[in-house]
């Protein structure tokens, strides 16, 4: 059975699921390609990527470039006379060093394409209410998310499951499916196959601060979905008016009820035991939320934390 000499390039825990998975394989990883080291956090404590970590660990030589383009870097790459480039949750990379190796390099991306390119397919399929996603390998081109297909796997998506939930999922299931890809191209068992043509693909956008806000007009379940798909991050957010402040408040779960309230929609109810956002159709009961400033908690601790509810109003 043929060994394929194996470059993989990523950066989080996501691909670092790959990448293992690749090592414990019959294929050589030669080089990991990552994120330059970051320093964050109050004590500008100094963090290296999950990719990175695991290739330390089992002595992978280790690339860091600030630019994918820069000539030494690329000539170090060339020396490794990979077969092969594997990317997982990577960045978007020129045509330079995707043509590099002898058989290309392909992608795992976490959606059935043609739908869902782009940088959020896991909370956009939670957010929309599929009921199945999966994952796809594909040849990178100059195109994004647009290469020619070589396998793909379905995954169902489970009633209420949050997008966090979902990605560990598809995380185990990509890894799996990387290897299968490197085995059928080592054998020469996968034909690859142009994208099916979509007149109107389903698209994943990178989510920005300002598309995370809740909008309560819509009606029940899409709210739901909304926070399920946001959760647990980049995490859906309303905003709070306690007294004169007003405070951004993340939900990360709850429940609904339809119902005819008659109520102006994201108006709130609160008190010592409920806690209730009228939506277009219903009602909607948080259940697990973050007020700025304080720790993700439940409903129970969190109405705990009030004396008072009659200074509280939605923003």
Same mark, same amino acid.
């Given at each position: ?18 990448? *293992? ?13 990552? +994120? ?14 999950? +990719? ?7 002595? &992978? ?17 060339? =020396? ?5 480039? +594997?990317?997982?949750?990577?960045? #978007? =990379? ?5 043509? /590099?190796?002898? #058989? ?10 043609? %739908? ?6 896991? @909370? ?20 994004? %998310?647009?290469? @020619? ?12 499951? @949050? ?7 598809? #995380?185990? /299931? ?8 490197? !085995? ?18 389903? @698209? ?6 300002? !598309? ?33 402040? *007003? ?10 009820? &339809? ?9 709130? !109810? ?26 993700? #908690?439940?409903?129970? %601790? ?11 109003? =939605?923003?």
């Amino acid at each position: 059975m043929k060994s394929l000499k194996v470059v993989f390039l990523g950066t989080p825990e996501f691909a670092k699921t790959s990448l *293992e998975a690749i090592h414990q394989s019959r294929h050589e990883v030669v080089g990991v390609v990552t +994120v330059a080291d970051k320093a964050s956090g109050r004590g500008q404590k100094v963090n290296q990527s999950p +990719v990175k970590i695991f290739a330390v660990e089992h002595n &992978i030589p280790v690339f860091q470039p600030e630019k994918l383009r820069n000539p030494e870097f690329l000539e170090e790459l060339r =020396m490794l006379n990979a077969d092969i480039f +594997v990317v997982v949750a990577f960045r #978007m =990379m020129p045509k330079i060093l995707f043509e /590099m190796p002898r #058989m290309g390099t392909f992608n795992l991306h976490a959606s059935l394409l043609p %739908d869902y390119r782009g940088a959020a397919p896991i @909370n956009y399929a939670v957010i929309n209410g599929e009921e199945k996603t999966g994952a796809t390998t594909f040849f990178i081109n100059e195109k994004i %998310d647009e290469g @020619n297909i070589l396998l793909q796997e379905e995954l169902d998506i489970l009633p209420d499951e @949050n997008a966090g939930s979902l990605h560990d999922r598809l #995380m185990e /299931m990509g890894a799996g499916l990387v290897v299968k890809t490197l !085995d059928g191209l080592a054998d020469g068992s996968i034909k690859e196959k142009p994208q099916p043509q979509v007149e109107h693909p389903k @698209n994943a956008y990178k989510i920005f601060k300002e !598309d995370t806000r809740i909008n309560w007009a819509k009606n029940s379940k899409e709210v739901h979905q909304f926070i399920l798909g946001m959760s647990p991050y980049p995490a859906a957010f309303t905003t709070l008016k306690i007294g004169e402040e *007003e405070k951004g408040l993340k939900i990360f779960g709850g429940k609904f009820e &339809i119902s005819e309230h008659g109520k102006p929609t994201g108006s709130l !109810d609160i008190s010592k035991n409920e806690f209730k956002i009228y939506t277009g159709d219903g009602i909607y009961f948080p259940l697990e939320l973050q007020l700025e400033g304080k720790k993700r #908690m439940n409903i129970k %601790d969190f109405l705990n934390g009030f004396k008072s509810f009659e200074h509280i109003t =939605m923003a």
